[in-house]
């Protein structure tokens, strides 16, 4: 049966590293005859200059109906002055939220190779293969009331409301449950729940749920002493499951310790596994149009939606292989770039993985 595959390239390095995710999908495609059919659409700052609006109606409703969507990453100075409501970032937002995208996973994986690019020690990151499990559609950055307000005396005040309902907490401690029990058992939830209402609550659920997961050790974490603890120790982790705005910040951290923010895919999915898949940086205006973006993040979030949303293993298996195939040959684009290896350019690695699926067993 048709899978069909909604692409959203988005702004800045976006399209550039959405073009080679498609590419090897596109070549996974043909070898593995998984019947994926791909369509375009805009999304983001793209979406804004051709429509005013950064997701329209009908790619919402092309979304809706697609098994899956990969997106690149959107936003960019051309926009960053737009009133918030019609911001780039809100279209991806917005798209999350309307699909019920709830379960962010966000999985650090140091390839082996890549060891002397991270800027931890070599024996700080070795082997290093944690799951950060973000809650994607509650918290802070959808809680109400928000706004700008203007106070008595003139001046005005920002303001947001961090909220989670027991609810949205459970669903999203499920989901960490079962993946912690698919891996080493270990599962630490991160919250501020010494000062914050909202994760006092977060915790206690998590403590309710502990019980119906009794091969799964669940531990309690702050989420100051967890940024620190990513850094010092960061294989003590298996599996961390924390709210919106905890989880966006330490994923990024945490993409450091595997040599760099574009080796880190996501899945975002919703309670029937659909998902929209994307690398956990953005757009990256600084080096956009130079060719020069690392791909391997959104090949590998190609790699996680032939997993997670479409029952292709054995592909996914596959691309993974080939990333690790080009990594031993020595590519490298310049965010990951070491001694001794060969600097390539964002459609050269992109080249190199599709042709290696052709050769990796
Ligand atoms: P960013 O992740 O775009 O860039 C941070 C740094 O990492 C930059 O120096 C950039 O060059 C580098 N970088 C990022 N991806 C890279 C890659 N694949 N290869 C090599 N280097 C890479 O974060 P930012 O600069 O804070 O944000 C830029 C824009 O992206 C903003 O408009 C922001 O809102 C947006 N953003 C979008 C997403 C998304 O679409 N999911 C995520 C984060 C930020
Ligand atoms: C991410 C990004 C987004 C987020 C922005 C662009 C809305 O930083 O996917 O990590 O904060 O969730
Ligand atoms: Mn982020």
Redesign the pocket.
Known sequence: MTKNILILP?????PE?VAEARKVLARANELYDLQLAFSEDLL?GSAIDAHGVPLADATLEQARRSDAIL???????K??NLERAIR??RG?LKLRSELDLFANLRPAILYPQLAAASTLKPEVVAGLDILIVRELTGGIYFGEPRGIRTLENGEREGFNTYRYAEHEIERIGRNAFEMARQRQGRLCSVDKANVLEATILWREVMDRLAPEYPDVTLSHMYVDNAAMQLVRAPKQFDVVVTGNMFGDILS?AAAMLTG???MLPSASLDKNRRGLY??????????AGQG???????ILSGSMMLRYSLDMAAAADRIEQAVSAVLDRGLR???IFTDGCRRVSTAEMGDAVAAALDSVA
């Open positions: 988005g702004d800045g390095i976006g590293i983001g997106m690149g990453a959107v936003g960019g100075p926009w960053d780039p970032e991806l990024d760099s923010i574009g994307e690398p956990c940086h953005g757009s990256a205006p600084d080096i020069i973006a690392n791909p391997l993040a959104t684009t310049g965010d």
